[in-house]
């Protein structure tokens, strides 16, 4: 079963920093992007970054030059979101998210992994 592991959250003071882990297991085939969403309570869940196949970054306006979503050297599927400048309105549970095809389109979530930035 295709799953995407999660890991790096926690409850760190505003100003600190987190890194949050994302990999897909071996299920996955013909990842073209991968990202980072978060919902927090009451809200709807929105994009934080993304990373395609070849590189090119997205980033929402609330988090540029604080973010930086990046991919591991040995294993393109595996991303980070290194999270600087954490401010308390970043409190949410991020998600990971891979998009891709294989026979047919899918677009799978992580089980998501809770920051809580105090102030």
């Known amino acids: 079963q295709a799953q995407l592991v999660e890991s790096g959250g926690g409850l760190v003071q505003a100003g600190g920093s987190l890194r949050l882990s994302c990999a897909a297991n071996?299920?996955?085939?013909?990842?073209?992007?991968m990202g980072w969403y978060r919902q927090a309570p009451g809200k709807q869940r929105e994009l934080v970054a993304t990373?395609?196949?070849?590189?090119?970054?997205?980033y929402a306006d609330s988090v540029k030059g604080r973010f930086a979503i990046s991919r591991d050297n040995t294993n393109a599927n595996a991303v980070y979101l290194q999270m600087n400048s954490l401010k308390p309105e970043d409190t949410a549970v991020y998600y990971c998210?891979?998009?891709?095809?294989?026979?047919?389109?899918?677009?799978?979530w992580g089980q998501g992994t809770q920051v809580t930035v105090s102030s």
């Open positions: 998210n891979a998009k891709g095809f294989h026979f047919r389109d899918y677009d799978h």
């Open positions: 071996r299920n996955f085939f013909g990842i073209s992007v």
């Open positions: 990373i395609a196949r070849g590189g090119a970054t997205n």
